[in-house]
């Protein structure tokens, strides 16, 4: 998911290198990637995402998802990601006869229609803390040579990894979606432009993202509206029915993009809800030491004192490292203070980090000296996000069409939620395809 600042407009914070976390009593003067984040979280216009597939069409008349449309779109994007970047596609067994993906991607699916058990010291863990991990949760061969290759070729698809540069763009001058499209067309013209916006050198963002990958793969629709997650969502956030909120695609570019930084996801998102959870899957081993994986404040979940007592201009939300025990961040190896950050590295292919809406957490940035030891020097992690099938969305998403103004919490997933926002209605039990219900299993796709 991607990023609002925590309380940003309250906070004042926050600047994270692999060795030090600081929160910062003016981040945007002190510091231009938080200035960069701060656009992003406040002033940010939605871009359109490409391939441009008219989503709605899609969902409504459109989405009957068949494995053979799957497995066909899985051949040609894995084709397509070949091509693309042969070294890191190595492990795409293009070899591999059609009948054996085929044998495989049946068994993932049948496997996505189980409902796991998530241990209950997991249960207890995610409750308390506000996050947690689920060890050999998704199948590592699924990962590596299914939706690891066709997240690949999304990503570097010209068009994708534009849209992604032009919305930097976008946020980082708050430019009307269509200008930004026509003044700069080609990656390189949003780099310079971004240079000069940020009166930087180099252009450091934490990372690109997309949103919603579900809707343009039926492979991914197949995951993240299983059983296997949805069931786990519902379990760990102890709620009788979830409803995918979004998918975001994650690319952290390891030797150029700067840590991200810490935030909430439910500030971004248009509920008015405590429960939501976010599935963040790395598609690469993550290592213990230089890993970007996800780091947490425990228990800032709940956290209700802290907004309810203090004001947002109050001193308070300048002084979170007191609050947060964060006065001896690190130790003399770099590493957090285990009280009260912590982290789930190292991560194999499978294991996955979940993290409640309100849980703060952010990641490093890769080791640049490293930049050539990792696999194709970018991390992909895709966080798939749930809330309670009963969250209602605030009204001010529909003032704030007619006042900028008006919106509480941040912009960062207006670009997710704007095709549906529309179209469903405040403080009511939402239905909209886009938005479904996934968990009692009663989504088939055919909305
Ligand atoms: O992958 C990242 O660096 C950020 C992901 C994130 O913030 C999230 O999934 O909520």
């Keep these: 998911m991607s990023i609002a ?13 692999a060795t030090n976390i600081y929160f910062s009593s003016d981040f945007r003067i002190k510091d231009t990637f938080s200035q960069l984040f701060f ?13 441009a597939v008219d989503l709605m069409q899609k969902t409504e008349s459109n989405k009957k998802s068949s494995l053979v449309k799957e497995k066909s779109n899985l051949h040609a994007e894995t084709k397509r990601a070949k091509r693309k970047k042969p070294k890191t596609q190595e492990h795409v067994k293009s ?14 699916f049948a496997e996505f229609s189980d409902k796991p058990k998530v241990p209950l010291q997991i249960q207890l863990d995610y409750a308390r803390n506000g996050h947690s991990v689920l060890r050999s949760f998704l199948s590592p061969t699924f990962l590596s040579e299914h939706l690891y290759p066709l997240l690949l070729a999304h990503h570097h698809s010209s068009n994708n990894s534009l849209a992604a540069w032009q919305q930097k763009v976008q946020v980082a001058g708050s430019l009307p979606s269509l200008l930004v499209q026509n003044q700069f067309p080609t990656i390189s013209s949003c780099k310079s432009q971004l240079k000069k916006m940020l ?8 990372f690109l993202q997309h949103f919603n990958t579900w ?7 197949k995951l993240v509206t299983s059983p296997f997650l949805a069931s786990s969502a519902a379990t760990l956030l102890d709620v009788p029915s979830v409803r995918l909120y979004q998918d975001a695609l994650f690319v952290k570019n390891l030797s150029k993009d700067g840590p991200t930084p810490w935030h909430s996801d439910a500030k971004m998102a248009p509920f008015d809800t405590s429960h939501m959870i976010t599935f963040w899957i790395p598609l ?24 309810f007592w203090n004001d947002e201009n109050s001193v308070e ?28 590295m190292p991560l194999d292919l499978g294991d996955i ?11 490093d940035a890769g080791n640049k000296d490293e930049k050539k030891t990792r696999t194709g020097g970018e991390r992909y992690a895709l966080a798939v996000s749930y809330v309670d099938a009963r969250a209602e969305v605030r009204e001010e998403y529909f003032e704030n069409t007619k006042s900028e103004a008006k919106r509480l919490g941040d912009a960062e997933d207006h670009l997710s939620f704007r095709d549906w926002i529309g179209e469903v209605e405040p403080r009511k039990l939402l239905d909209h395809p886009l938005i479904p219900i996934v968990w009692p299993n009663i989504y088939d796709g055919s909305k």
């Design 5 to 17: 600042y925590l309380e940003v407009r309250k906070l004042a914070f926050i600047k994270l290198d």
């Design 39 to 51: 656009n992003f979280c406040f002033n940010r216009k939605e871009i359109g995402m490409t391939p």
């Design 95 to 108: 070899k591999r006869s059609k009948n054996k993906i085929d044998m495989e991607l049946d068994h993932f």
């Design 199 to 206: 009166q930087t050198p180099v252009v450091e963002i934490p």
């Design 215 to 221: 809707r343009v793969y039926p492979l991914i629709e």
């Design 284 to 307: 690469q081993h993550i290592p213990k030491h230089g890993g970007t994986g996800l780091r947490f404040v425990d228990k800032s979940h709940s956290d209700f004192a802290l907004p």
């Design 317 to 344: 939300y300048n002084r979170l490292e007191q609050r947060y025990s964060f006065d001896d961040p690190c130790d003399s190896n770099g590493d957090y203070n285990r009280d009260c950050v912590q982290d789930h």
């Design 353 to 363: 980090t979940v993290h409640a809406g309100w849980t703060l957490h952010c990641a």
